[in-house]
Each structure stands twice: as C-alpha cells, then as structure tokens.
C-alpha cells in the first residue's frame, strides 16, 4: 500500500505546473461569476477543471466532451428551469424542485449520451440551472 503516487519523484513538476494551470483557469472564470449565487456552476467547472488538467489524455477532457457536455448540461437545466414556470396541476413548492433538480441531470446524462458528449461534471451544470435559476 502506497499513500504517494509512485511516479511523483519524476513527475513532480508536471503535477505541480497541471495544479497551477488549473488554478489560473479558474482564477479566470470566476472572477466572472459569483461564486455564492452560481455554486453548483462552479463545482462542476471545478471539477472539469480536475479532469482537464489531472486527466489530459482521458476522453472525458477531450473539447467535444467538456464543451458539448456542458452545452447538454445547459440545455437540459434551462429546459427543467423553464418547465417550472408551467408546473402540472397539482404538484408545487420542494416537491416540484426536486422533481425539476432530478429530472435535469437524468435529461443531462441522456442528451450527453446520445451525442457522445460525456463528462460527469457538466451533469451539475444542468442541476445548477435549476437549484439557482437562469441568468446571463
């Protein structure tokens, strides 16, 4: 049993420089967002940002996943958010949110599929749509 990763004598600087760039990115990004009001949001750019910078090689950091997952993740809290606006006859209040929150990353993880756009973060896209509201 090991606590270090075996190749950290190696490849210390790598790590140290993928740690780094991954803070300036989201150093970037979030001077542009709030980060009480848009949380979720940012947990997942958090996260991307992990796999990104932790996971080059994975598929899950390839653009078309990071960038259509999010895309999917966006589509599908905007239309849960917006289906709150409209609710069915006699669902209202915490029930309907949670309906809403579960249905958005249940759509989320359908639309990434079908268009090969997976990446598990941007599932918390979407739940963050509808947990804290549209907003440009």
Request: hydrophobic letters at 60%; charged letters at 10%; one cysteine or more.
């Amino acid at each position: 049993m090991h606590i270090l990763d075996k190749k950290l004598k190696k490849a210390w600087r790598s790590y140290v420089l993928q740690s780094l760039l991954a803070a300036l990115a989201l150093m970037v990004i979030l001077y542009f967002l709030d980060i009480l009001t848009h949380a979720a949001i940012v947990a997942a750019l958090g996260a991307s940002a992990f796999i990104i910078f932790a996971m080059p090689k994975s598929v899950l950091a390839r653009p078309r996943n990071v960038i259509g997952g999010h895309i999917m993740g966006l589509i599908a809290g905007a239309l849960c958010y917006f289906a709150l606006l409209y609710p069915p006859l006699g669902v209202s209040g915490r029930l309907l949110y949670i309906c809403a929150a579960a249905l958005s990353v249940g759509l989320s993880i359908l639309l990434m599929v079908i268009t090969d756009t997976e990446h598990p973060p941007a599932a918390t896209t979407a739940l963050g749509i509808v947990a804290y509201g549209w907003s440009l």
